[in-house]
């Protein structure tokens, strides 16, 4: 399918437990981000991916780990899941300055 | 600092009727405004983008405009439907110059309700 996915689209995991959250674009985008979007905030940014193997932090960071080892994939490891990343989780991608929003994530951690 | 704020939070108005959402910003240096709608359950899908010296870009229904000037912009809807019920958010662009990306300063969103 062409565009922008994510999977999967709703997790429910323990406190402690690593949690992977995958994206997926068709675009060959070279620039990729990772949002998670809470009550009261705005999206705020967690990582982004200027191409592949070139990463850097954004606003929130904290908690979180990313790789792209292909341009396609940008994959958003919580390597020990805390209560305060219950969230909605969305990746984007950007082609001529229109960023492309996944359908996102909920993310409950228990 | 860096910040976009929107306003109102929430709006509720009759279907058919106009509304004019509103963002104003802080952010330099400034590249471009952009208006996403986020539907419920959805990711944002984006509506206009404006640089600085455009002052008024129509997408259909939505008309955005731009003061570079006070950094303020808005986004008036015409004769909403139920389907205009979402969330609105204003997203400015600030172009960082020492590798020529750019990062995106987003606003809350106003939630928009639209009543038969």
């Known amino acids: 399918d062409a565009g922008i996915t994510q999977s999967p689209r709703y997790k429910i995991t323990e406190t402690g437990r690593q949690v992977t959250l995958m994206c997926h674009q068709t675009w060959s985008h070279s620039y990729m981000f990772w949002y998670r979007q809470d009550l009261g905030h705005g999206l705020r940014l967690i990582y982004y991916s200027a191409a592949a193997d070139i990463t850097d932090k954004g606003e929130v960071p904290d908690g979180y780990v990313v790789s792209r080892s292909k341009t396609e994939n940008f994959p958003l490891t919580l390597e020990s899941a805390t209560r305060s990343q219950t969230s909605v989780y969305f990746c984007a991608s950007t082609g001529r300055e229109t960023q492309y929003f996944g359908p996102g994530t909920r993310l409950l951690v228990l | 600092k860096n910040q976009v704020e929107q306003s109102p939070q929430s709006l509720i108005i009759l279907e058919g009727k106009n509304c004019t959402l509103q963002c104003n910003y802080t952010v330099s240096p400034f590249s471009n405004l952009r208006w996403y709608k986020q539907d419920t359950g959805r990711g944002p899908v984006s509506l206009t983008i404006m640089t600085f010296s455009e002052n008024t870009k129509s997408n259909g229904r939505y008309t955005a405009t731009l003061d570079a000037d006070t950094k303020q912009s808005s986004l008036h809807i015409t004769a909403s439907q139920l389907s205009d019920s979402a969330s609105y958010i204003c997203?400015?662009?600030?172009?960082?110059?020492?590798?020529?990306?750019?990062?995106?300063?987003f606003g809350s969103g106003t939630r928009l309700l639209v009543r038969p």
């Open positions: 997203v400015v662009s600030a172009l960082t110059s020492w590798d020529s990306s750019y990062k995106l300063i």
